[in-house]
């Protein structure tokens, strides 16, 4: 008999994770339906990198953990304001045979309860038995009577969605889906050696992951039960959510000799892995604080993660150590490392922006404005401008909010569009989904419309679209007025399927978000330069981090995730 306590584990980026794939959290998403202003889709993927010819165990969710998927919708409240709990139980459907689909049967068959927790309060079943679609092994295993006998894995799939009970209007997918994440991971963690020119490879290309996926009304999640069709504009504060999932196992694991060759748990349930924004445990956190991480809620994490957000490790790759270009001295003690990642020399970020503001890390950044300055700017607020402005981590401007409080519909976060050459001026309003709660979540303002998806302005470069339509579209830039302007309700105001979000948070590192609000690169002079459209911010726009989309499309419909890749025909 052996005891073995658990260890944390994340999205493949934390030290312990390969102990426990079963239970790693890949990716969340979260947005408006296309198809339904009233419906929003809540996606958590788990389960990385499955060959579709894994066989013959083929992946599923695992038994003794619990899957959930978290929301935040009142900053007034203390934790989750409403949790979806999953758990997942296998059986043996034909155990004298050893392939997973024979004669209409699974020898590995997998179904599972849904749990809601409203408020902390006590968890109700809201799907009981449902099932989670057997993988999609090959068409002898699928579409003949020898196998399933069905006609199509798609339609058989789908057949899988259940609506939930008990009045709150869920449906409800498990299953195995095309891996909607796409990035060239070889080149990203080769020190940023992207090879945008020269055969980037999409490293997640023809992987299939296992997705839980929620299609909910809004007055489900708003925090008063109202509709979208009630908010008040487009960018209503009352109707902003933030989302996270995790995976949690018994503490202890049990590991019984002889001839049974069973496990048994015990304990209480432990986090082991969680997940909000893109990225923030795989490129933000220092390696030795990855597990901790882990282990924590978006609820007590911030005070640790929030020095890693306001000088960013990435922002050290995208600053040269020598000036260049009439770039400002670096501050003193400050060591860069830009020279050495040629692949983001297009990234380079302010550092004098108008002349005065330095964001590069360790650099003042905004934390010298006068209380005059921050007059009638989220900065004057007695609360958030200590919090945001912050002397040697600049930024704590841009880059901490947008991952740990969402960003307000106050100056100085609106476009340039109508400030004037003041970038503390109000302008034209963009986003707004400030939840302040201090922590990591995919924050989510849901009276935002969907921008559809056969649009010609639809772009997976979100809410950095909409900034660049907003302040150079002729239908946009003429006021200050709020619009509906496409893509606001991309990524990071939640986060779309199509989203590039590497691309988008390189840009964001790089400075694109301060560019959007009017700080703009340097080698714009105001009062000189023709326009803020310089050189600089043009090559910022136009990074490329290689791969530009998904390896396959997406479903038109709820659960909108691909359908997987199928083990006989896939290859690599």
Aim: hydrophobic share 35%; with cysteine; charged share 15%.
């Amino acid at each position: 008999m052996q005891y073995t306590p658990l260890e944390a584990s994340s999205h493949r980026e934390a030290p312990l994770i390969a102990d426990d794939p079963l239970a790693d959290n890949t990716d969340v998403y979260a947005f408006k339906d296309p198809n339904n202003s009233e419906r929003i889709i809540l996606i958590a993927d788990y389960i990385p990198f499955q060959l579709a010819q894994g066989g013959p165990n083929y992946y599923t969710f695992g038994e003794n953990i619990r899957y959930e998927i978290h929301v935040k919708n009142n900053a007034s409240t203390t934790g989750d304001d409403i949790v979806y709990r999953f758990t997942f139980t296998r059986t043996n459907g034909d155990p004298t045979t050893f392939f997973n689909v024979r004669l209409g049967a699974q020898n590995l068959k997998t179904t599972y309860t849904c749990e809601k927790i409203v408020a902390g309060g006590t968890p109700v079943t809201i799907v009981s038995n449902g099932v989670v679609p057997a993988y999609n092994i090959g068409p002898r295993s699928v579409n003949t009577g020898v196998g399933l006998a069905q006609a199509s894995y798609t339609a058989y799939r789908q057949g899988a969605v259940t609506n939930a009970s008990g009045g709150g209007g869920e449906q409800v997918f498990c299953g195995s889906s095309d891996d909607p994440f796409y990035v060239d991971l070889g080149a990203i963690f080769d020190l940023a050696g992207l090879r945008a020119n020269r055969g980037a490879r999409d490293g997640l290309a023809k992987y299939n992951v296992h997705s839980i996926a929620l299609s909910i009304p809004v007055a489900t999640l708003q925090k008063s039960g109202q509709p979208a069709s009630a908010a008040a504009n487009i960018l209503d504060g009352n109707y902003v959510i933030g989302v996270w999932a995790s995976a949690s196992r018994p503490a202890m694991r049990t590991l019984n000799g002889g001839t049974t060759g069973t496990t048994s748990t015990s304990g209480t349930y432990t986090q082991v892995s969680r997940l909000g924004m893109p990225l923030l445990n795989e490129a933000i956190n220092p390696i030795g604080a990855k597990d901790a991480w882990n282990r924590t809620t978006p609820y007590n994490e911030a005070a640790v993660t929030d020095d890693y957000l306001s000088n960013p490790e990435l922002g050290l790759y995208m600053a040269d150590n020598t000036p260049v270009n009439g770039a400002a001295p670096k501050p003193t003690g400050q060591t860069y490392f830009g020279e050495a990642v040629p692949a983001l020399s297009a990234l380079r970020i302010q550092t004098k922006s108008l002349g005065a503001f330095d964001f590069r890390n360790g650099a003042a950044g905004l934390s010298g404005l006068t209380s005059a300055q921050r007059a009638n700017t989220v900065f004057a607020d007695p609360t958030f401008g200590p919090y945001l402005l912050v002397a040697g981590k600049p930024r704590s401007v841009d880059i901490k909010p947008i991952f740990h409080t969402g960003v307000p519909n106050i100056a100085p976060y609106q476009l340039a569009t109508g400030k004037n050459g003041n970038p503390l001026a109000a302008g034209k309003p963009f986003i707004n989904n400030f939840l302040p709660t201090l922590g990591d979540m995919l924050r989510l303002n849901m009276a935002v419309p969907a921008t559809p998806r056969n649009s010609p302005d639809f772009s997976n470069q979100g809410l950095l679209a909409a900034a660049v339509l907003g302040i150079t579209d002729p239908r946009y830039n003429g006021s200050t007025a709020l619009q509906n302007i496409p893509n606001m309700d991309g990524f990071p105001n939640g986060r779309r399927l199509e989203d590039e979000v590497v691309k988008i948070e390189l840009q964001a590192v790089s400075g694109a978000v301060l560019a959007a609000i009017g700080l703009w690169y340097d080698d714009y002079t105001p009062g000189t330069s023709p326009s803020p459209a310089t050189s600089q911010l043009k090559g910022v726009l136009n990074f490329t981090a290689g791969v530009e989309k998904n390896d396959t499309t997406f479903s038109a419909s709820f659960p909108y995730v691909q359908t997987p890749w199928q083990g006989m025909r896939v290859r690599r």
